[in-house]
């Protein structure tokens, strides 16, 4: 099985600054000859993840950011960056090829250090994405942004959101999988797919304005519905966040700077907590000031 070995690292830099450090390089590779379906397989051990294709692109790019936090003392953040690897090839198959790319680090369990992707293919035929974000809050560090690719996708996604857009139709399966963040899914008309979207603390969102779709039932945490007959399973889990799938003409082109949602007010009235008594018992419930005084008096 040939593999295709970067062409040339085009940059190397450090760059020192109070907000910790980054180290960037670069790495670009030659498209297979023929053109073959090319698909995209990333491992992340921590940070964020941009892939986009783009048909103006004349080569592979692969772009890793490896960011050191501003507290870790300044003597040690080269070591820590060396600890850190990235490695991309692409594997050529029978059915087409395949890059590969895949992040790791000799201390991948301190959240101290990350590292940001950013690919850039000509053309996409199959996504499957593996990432977690940083837990240190971090706006956009731990997002995974998938811009116009096509084929089936697969992407799990820890500590931050998922962002699909794309101009072209899919109609193959998709598996949206976050912890801890919302997903978005935006596919043009001529797009199918057997939707279920479900998520465990948020709500679902479905707007459709090609009108094909049918079979629609839903409540505010889930969604289930068909779009243009297809038989291609769309799944989308969160257990916190909110999960909102477009279709529209426009789907590339509508997108977000901030993917968190705004706070719910209802995460900070207690309906679950100790003083749940205030918002949701009935009025001749005794308080807990209550309860305490009789098992003291008792």
């Not at 790319?101 to 959240?111: H, L, P, V, Y």
């Amino acid at each position: 099985m040939p593999k295709f070995r970067p062409w040339i690292a085009l940059l190397t830099g450090v760059f020192l600054t109070g907000c910790g450090q980054t180290t960037t390089s670069v790495t670009k590779f030659r498209v297979p000859d023929g053109n073959p379906p090319l698909a995209v397989d990333i491992t992340n051990f921590r940070g964020s993840v941009e892939l986009r294709g783009d048909p103006r692109a004349k080569k592979v790019s692969v772009e890793s950011r490896v960011h050191v936090h501003p507290d870790v003392e300044l003597a040690v953040r080269d070591t820590y960056t060396q600890m850190v690897h990235v490695d991309s090839s692409i594997d050529q198959t029978e059915g087409g090829a395949v890059l590969r790319i895949k992040s790791t680090s000799d201390r991948a369990e301190f959240d101290d250090h990350w590292v940001h992707l950013y690919v850039v293919v000509p053309y996409i035929d199959g996504v499957r994405i593996d990432n977690r974000g940083p837990m240190l809050g971090i706006i956009n560090e731990g997002d995974v942004e998938v811009v116009n690719t096509g084929g089936a996708h697969h992407i799990t996604n820890r500590k931050g959101a998922i962002e699909v857009r794309t101009s072209r139709p899919i109609t193959d399966p998709v598996q949206l999988t976050n912890v801890d963040g919302n997903i978005y899914y935006q596919v043009p008309l001529g797009s199918s797919g057997r939707f279920d979207l479900e998520t465990l603390h948020g709500e679902c969102a479905f707007k459709d304005l090609s009108g094909t779709t049918d079979e629609t039932y839903s409540t505010r945490a889930m969604l289930q519905t068909t779009l243009s007959e297809g038989d291609n399973d769309v799944v989308c889990r969160t257990n916190a966040g909110d999960i909102r799938v477009w279709v529209r003409e426009d789907a590339l082109d509508y997108t977000r700077v901030i993917k968190k949602s705004p706070p719910d007010l209802r995460d900070y009235m207690q309906l679950e907590g100790s003083r749940r008594y205030t918002r949701n018992l009935p009025e001749d419930t005794p308080r807990q000031s209550e309860v305490n005084t009789r098992s003291y008096e008792d």
